[in-house]
């Protein structure tokens, strides 16, 4: 028999190997680019006197500029939003996980400490990090923090500290990280054209706030443009929009809340190949300022959860948007990802009802416009596009009484054809990528005036 | 009607340069990268001059010639100009599985032109990403189609269809002026080089996708030849010095549209070339004839290029 020996320990040490791949495995490399600009928005805050970025702010943040160059080879991203302090380097953004008596920056998104870091690791083994800021008296003052991976690798004793050099300073006061060596991921997605257009599209509808109030954004020298959520008005249709205080614990949340028709609902609930479809409806949350989840359809949002149906393409055409704003971003309801919304947030589960009853009512409305679609698409026709930041406050949105009619009889018709034949006619009627439902119907309206007549 | 029907392909001398252009630069591919034993895959028709090109300047065995038409198909075996053409009955679409998986071809690196004389649509989208999809290593790529902006619809629909043909790599902002006359062509080359990219990174195939031709061209209708290479992992780097050095022909700024020139008016041109100083107008009357400054430069530019009518004949 074996003794044990009591002395013996099971070793529970960590490798650093280990924590770069936990801390890059669970975010896309996408979400790791978004991470690097919440950071550099995060120093434009705190440049303008960190306050809340809220819709009826006016905050101008056109000095402000982000410039990401991404290509197999490197990997960059530059900024003049005043810089990472000293301060900040030696005892907060590259430690693993936040020091429990840590000042937090007011209003900031950047809330677990741990996105800069892991984000240079998904990108790349030979990471520049510099940076140039002012100190109280005006002070330029640069510093440097180089990372080559392998040679970081070496050892796991700690202490885990990265080295901080001198350097010359940049520019303006900002921040320059520049991989190089990009991982495999990295340089495989940044040769791909689609990959960079995706990354322009996410950007411009996650910071859209900040874009619209001036922030500059470039990826690969052009200029990322924001997106607009807009919603219809008139005198039929109003959306929602109500503002309240919440609290979490001891902290203050200011909750808004938004939402009514974005688009015409669609034609047919068939799903169509040549249309856009729903993508870009349903609820946006946003935290801070930026975007956390966009046109979510899900049960995150609240869709199929307690007396609120799940999404369905019939409902296309609806958007909410609910801002949460706190000055300490703990309270927000962000997963560590900052990607999604954490469901069980106390804050959150109190907007829930506001949002469910707006999404209700929009569904009875679709409901209610089946047996009246004549009148529904004439009312909806008049209602013009409104930037939501000038909806104005209502407790609940206002949409159309319909009266209904009793449903005509009607015949589905059902067949397929090449698409390359449906192209040609689609064409020859005005449009060639007219949806192939209503290539369908002009067909037959245009056979019927041929072979039955007026009648 | 099929075009063969139409026109004689050997009197198109701007597609003939083009032509010409292509499958130098992939012997110079070949001299770089070991791209033994090549099989040629095109659609061959019943004329099969890439198919001669690819045999004489590549020295290309194996081929096969892929062909819808049910008359054109009788014809091209008919006219199959070397015992090691294989000609292939049906659409493109359903060929090309069968040549993943033929054994004989399976496992070479393929120069394969999907040369259509239509507009790029659903079915020539199909095609490129089935063949990035599944092409053996070290296979070349190139499409050609039309770039006639009225096959893509009104101009103010063309953004919304190059949006439904190419996906994701269109930017938002594609503007309309950018889907009209000559930019239409430049815009139909660079989504499509972007999309077959985005398809091999998408895939990520090892060794992606290094574009290597792009090259616009009309003799009647403008033409769009987009392609590329899609090496071995090992194979990118040399690859790709080799398409961006100073010598790589395959990316010419201008599209390159040739005068159409009798024998007596091209031996003549010829043989004031290769020249210090640019042609003018007044040097070609002074020879007894007469062509417009545009014609002149684009002679001077492809003089070597240009089919001499014996040079196409099996």
């Known amino acids: ?455 | 009607m099929a075009s063969f029907d139409v026109v004689n392909y050997s009197l198109r001398p701007s597609k003939s340069i083009q032509r010409q252009i292509v499958f130098d630069g992939v012997r110079t591919l070949q001299s770089h990268l070991d791209l033994d034993r090549l099989v040629y895959v095109g659609f061959g028709s019943i004329w099969f001059t890439d198919f001669v090109m690819a045999h004489k300047l590549l020295g290309i065995d194996d081929m096969v010639s892929i062909e819808g038409d049910e008359i054109g198909y009788s014809r091209a075996v008919f006219n199959s100009p070397y015992s090691t053409v294989r000609v292939r009955n049906g659409l493109s679409s359903n060929v090309l599985p069968t040549l993943y998986n033929d054994d004989l071809i399976r496992r070479r690196p393929w120069m394969i032109w999907l040369d259509y004389d239509r507009e790029f649509d659903e079915t020539l989208r199909d095609d490129t990403r089935s063949v990035i999809e599944n092409a053996p290593a070290n296979t070349v790529l190139i499409i050609t189609f039309s770039g006639n902006e009225m096959r893509y619809g009104q101009a103010n629909d063309r953004p919304d269809r190059l949006r439904e043909l190419f996906g994701d790599v269109v930017p938002d902002e594609l503007a309309k002026r950018a889907c009209k006359d000559d930019r239409m062509q430049e815009t139909l080359a660079n989504l499509g080089i972007d999309f077959m990219k985005s398809v091999a990174a998408e895939l990520a195939r090892p060794g992606g996708f290094v574009p290597a031709f792009r090259v616009i061209y009309k003799d009647t209708a403008p033409m769009v030849t987009v392609g590329g290479l899609l090496p071995t992992r090992g194979a990118t780097r040399v690859a790709s010095d080799v398409v961006n050095g100073a010598d790589w022909k395959c990316f010419p700024a201008k599209p390159i549209i040739a005068p159409h020139l009798t024998i007596r008016e091209t031996a003549v041109l010829q043989s004031l070339l290769p020249s210090a100083r640019s042609l003018s107008r007044p040097q070609v009357q002074s020879l007894g004839f007469d062509l417009n400054d545009e014609q002149i430069k684009a002679f001077e530019k492809y003089y070597r290029e240009y089919p001499a009518f014996a040079q196409i004949i099996a």
């Open chain 1, 1 to 455: 028999m074996v003794a044990i020996d009591k002395d013996s320990k099971a070793g529970a040490n960590p490798t650093k190997a280990f924590f770069v791949k936990m801390i890059t495995r669970d975010i896309t490399l996408e979400d790791s680019i978004l991470d690097l600009i919440d950071n550099s928005v995060d120093g434009a805050w705190r440049s303008e006197g960190s306050r809340p970025m809220s819709l009826a702010d006016d905050t101008d943040l056109s000095a402000y500029r982000i410039s990401i160059t991404a290509s197999p080879e490197r990997f960059s991203i530059k900024d003049n939003c005043g810089g990472m302090t000293l301060d900040d380097a030696v005892n907060y953004a590259f430690s693993f996980g936040r020091r429990a008596a840590e000042e937090h920056d007011e209003y900031s998104i950047g809330v677990y400490g741990i996105g800069m870091k892991r984000a240079v690791f998904k990108l790349g083994t030979d990471i520049s990090i510099r940076s140039t800021y002012q100190d109280d008296d005006g002070t330029r003052l640069p510093f440097a923090v180089p990372i080559i991976v392998a040679d970081w690798l070496e050892s796991d004793d700690p202490p885990w500290d990265f080295d901080i050099v001198d350097d010359e300073a940049l520019d303006e006061d900002g921040v320059d990280i520049v991989v190089n060596s990009l991982t495999p991921g990295a340089e495989t997605s940044f040769g791909s054209p689609a990959f960079l257009q995706n990354l322009r599209r996410t950007i411009g509808r996650d910071y859209s706030l900040h874009l619209n109030r001036g922030l500059k954004i470039f990826v690969n020298d052009t200029a990322v443009s924001g997106a607009q959520i807009e919603l219809r008005q008139s005198d039929e249709f109003a959306p929602m929009r109500v503002i309240y205080e919440d609290q979490q614990g001891d902290e203050q949340v200011t909750v808004e809340i938004i939402g009514g028709m974005a688009a015409l609902p669609p034609e047919s609930i068939e799903p169509d190949e040549g249309d856009e479809g729903d993508k870009r409806f349903g609820w946006y949350v946003a935290c801070n300022g930026r975007i956390v989840l966009a046109a979510d359809k899900s049960d995150v949002s609240g869709w199929g959860t307690e007396d609120w149906p799940q999404w369905h393409r019939q409902y296309s055409g609806f958007i909410g948007i609910i801002l949460f704003t706190a000055a300490n971003a703990e309270v927000l309801p962000l997963t560590t990802t900052k990607r999604s919304i954490e469901v069980s947030s106390v804050v959150f589960r109190r907007a829930r009802p506001r949002m469910r009853e707006v999404s209700k009512q929009w569904i009875a409305y679709t409901n209610a416009r089946k047996q009246a679609l004549v009148e529904a698409k004439r009312k909806e026709a008049a209602a013009i596009a409104v930037p939501i930041y000038a909806v104005e406050r209502r407790d609940s949105a206002t949409l159309p009484e319909l009266i209904a009619r009793p449903l005509e009889r009607v015949a589905n018709v059902n067949y397929s054809v090449p698409v390359s034949r449906l192209k040609k006619l689609a064409k020859e009627f005005g449009r060639i990528s007219m949806p192939y439902r209503e290539v369908g119907l002009k067909s037959f309206d245009y056979a019927y005036e041929d072979v039955v007549g007026d009648e």
